[in-house]
């Protein structure tokens, strides 16, 4: 299964770019990267996705290396309500739907 | 569109007694699954479902039953509760099939909190 490591805790002033890495060095070459976040203690949220191009949505920008092995998620504007643990998933290969979540980043935004 | 809907929101036990969690959804999606998540920790696999009749187990099935008769619904049953059960639980759901960007995106219900004494 491809795991992936995330440093625990975050912090980023408010207005500026929130940068969140991540480590996926066992990455099979079909598997897509996925961010979610939870705020406080509600249900995840999807964010964005990719398998080898960077990729850009209304919340974020994912940008994954060229040996796939790391990938950062871009919060361009941090603000408080960005304040959330992050988890970084890797889908494991051929088990369908499973999404196997880690202990995340914990980002904290600071006024 | 009421997404996932998760009842009981709160739920207090006594040791031994049972009961289940509902999960409810209206999207149409064949993959729904249950996790739970513990103080400081991430959320882990406990079951889940690819279609209805189709069940199987994640990281941590022990002490729970599902079934999935309706594409819908997709209980979660604790048969004997125990103190280490008491987390909160978060149903999500999904197509199966690949979406066209090639990814499937879960999405979550808003949780139920079980605390078992």
């Known amino acids: 299964d491809a795991k992936t490591t995330q440093p625990p805790s975050m912090d980023c002033a408010e207005g500026r770019a929130a940068n969140l890495p991540c480590n996926h060095s066992t990455i099979s070459g079909n598997e897509y990267v996925y961010w979610y976040r939870q705020i406080h203690s509600q249900g995840p949220q999807y964010i964005i996705h990719?398998?080898?191009n960077n990729e850009t949505n209304e919340m974020a920008s994912l940008i994954i290396t060229e040996d796939r092995k790391s990938s950062t998620l871009i919060l361009p504007h941090a603000t408080l309500r960005d304040t959330a643990v992050y988890y970084c998933i890797v889908r494991v290969r051929d088990t369908g739907n499973q999404f196997y979540f880690g202990t995340g980043t914990s980002l904290t935004v600071i006024p | 569109n009421a997404g996932v809907t998760q009842t009981p929101k709160f739920q207090v036990l006594k040791t031994g007694q049972s009961m289940t969690l509902q999960c409810a959804q209206d999207?149409?999606?064949?993959?729904m699954s249950w996790y739970r998540q513990d103080p400081g920790m991430g959320l882990r696999l406990i079951h889940y479902?690819?279609?209805?009749?189709?069940?199987d187990q994640g990281e941590v099935p022990n002490g729970y039953n599902v079934s999935r008769s309706t594409t819908e619904d997709f209980p979660l049953r604790l048969l004997s509760a125990a103190p280490s059960q008491t987390s909160v639980y978060f149903c999500a759901s999904s197509y199966l099939s690949l979406h066209s960007s090639g990814a499937n995106v879960l999405t979550f219900g808003a949780g139920s909190r079980l605390t078992v004494l």
């Open positions: 479902s690819v279609g209805a009749g189709i069940t």
């Open positions: 990719g398998l080898k």
């Open positions: 999207m149409n999606h064949e993959y």
